[in-house]
């Protein structure tokens, strides 16, 4: 890929932005009289959802626009079948589902409304909400409040203010991926186009990688393939049939590297962070000043190393003063 020869960084990739300044305390935004729905006429797109949810048989508690951006919001009552989780959205946390149903269930209340936008005649899709969601259900519940708010493509961007129960790499990458692919249409703009939803282009490499192999070890690889990997100029479909092959070969690197772990285990060499520790040894941007390789020349030379890794040279010693992500990261 080429290189901007000021920056040193892949051409298509953006460049850091600038720290954002200072606001001073109450500046921005909205008066609290102002957030009321009676201080403005509600534009079109927001009176039309209203008779909308009515006849599918939710209810509007309250319409308000919200303190920063002045944009609307309907606060609703919503019939709990009529309500998914968009369907690119991380898997359920069994674990963390119960817990929330069981403090549920104690106290009696449900206090947090979720974040919805409308997907269909009586379906909604809530992109901040799964556990929640799941949650009430186990409760029994008949209806959630939710924040339902006029503009789709919300459902996106709230993505990257979900703190419902932090990511670990496997979850936000799966969760980036699924994004992609609902996005990869016929029409869909160039993918660094979606860098503000994606975050960033490692995440959607290796989201394919743990779609392919559920027990990829993604901490292992991830310091390297964030250091080298872009986003592309390319329509997204175009993008995503490039990374699919990057991610085939990322599969193929960590298919030797499991095969040197294996060895090393057979010569009674045992650590929590024995697949990290070869990564690093086969990783020669650890060196390299200036100008990077793109993302393919890097996996590739990364390979040609991993196949020519001599276990034999390994002592105890090394693997002592080594550390790094655990080998399992995320799952």
Same mark, same amino acid.
């Given at each position: 890929?080429a290189?901007?020869p ?6 298509s ?6 720290? &954002?300044?200072k ?5 921005v935004?909205?008066a609290v009289? %102002? ?13 039309? *959802?209203v008779p ?7 209810a $509007? ?11 609307w ?7 709990i079948e009529? $309500?998914?989780p968009t369907?690119?959205q991380?898997?359920?946390s069994?674990?963390?589902v119960k817990?929330?149903?069981? $403090?549920i269930?104690?106290?009696g209340?449900?206090? %947090? ?5 409308r997907a269909g005649?009586?379906?909604y ?7 929640? *969601?799941a949650?009430?259900r186990k409760?029994?519940?008949k209806?959630?409040p ?10 996106l961007?709230?993505?990257? *203010?979900?703190?419902e #129960?932090?990511?670990?790499? &496997?979850e ?5 991926? &699924?994004?992609a ?7 869909a ?19 394919l ?6 027990r ?15 986003f ?17 070969r *990322?599969l ?12 090393? #285990?057979? &010569? ?8 990290s520790f070869?990564v ?6 650890r ?17 040609? #190393? ?6 034999? #040279? ?7 003063a080594?550390?790094?992500a ?6």
């Amino acid at each position: 890929m080429a290189s901007d020869p000021k920056t040193k960084r892949p051409a298509s990739r953006r460049p850091r932005k600038a720290p &954002r300044k200072k606001v001073a305390a109450g500046t921005v935004g909205l008066a609290v009289a %102002d957030m009321r729905a009676t201080a403005a006429p509600a534009p079109a797109p927001v009176a039309e *959802l209203v008779p909308a949810d009515q006849a599918y048989g939710g209810a $509007v508690l309250a319409p308000y626009r919200e303190p920063l951006g002045g944009h609307w919001v309907l606060f609703v009552a919503l019939p709990i079948e009529q $309500v998914a989780p968009t369907p690119y959205q991380r898997d359920l946390s069994e674990a963390h589902v119960k817990r929330l149903t069981d $403090v549920i269930a104690k106290t009696g209340r449900f206090l %947090d409304p979720i974040i919805a936008v409308r997907a269909g005649a009586a379906l909604y899709h809530t992109p901040n909400g799964h556990h929640r *969601l799941a949650a009430l259900r186990k409760n029994g519940a008949k209806a959630i409040p939710a924040l339902l708010v006029p503009e789709p493509e919300v459902a996106l961007e709230i993505l990257a *203010l979900n703190t419902e #129960k932090a990511h670990n790499l &496997r979850e936000k990458s799966l969760e980036v991926v &699924r994004m992609a692919r609902a996005l990869a249409q016929p029409e869909a703009k160039p993918e660094i186009d979606y860098a503000l939803y994606f975050e960033e282009p490692a995440f959607v490499t290796i989201g394919l990688c743990y779609e392919a192999r559920p027990r990829f070890s993604g901490g292992a690889y991830a310091s390297a393939v964030r250091r080298v990997d872009a986003f592309s100029a390319a329509p997204l479909p175009a993008a995503l049939a490039a990374r699919e092959a990057s991610a085939r070969r *990322l599969l193929e690197l960590d298919y030797l590297v499991a095969a040197a772990v294996a060895q090393l #285990k057979e &010569r009674g060499l045992t650590s929590p962070y024995l697949k990290s520790f070869v990564v690093a040894r086969v990783n020669p941007l650890r060196w390299m000043q200036g100008e990077l390789p793109g993302l393919d020349e890097a996996i590739g030379m990364m390979i040609d #190393k991993a196949r020519s890794f001599d276990v034999a #040279k390994v002592s105890p010693q090394d693997l002592s003063a080594s550390g790094g992500a655990p080998d399992e990261e995320g799952g």
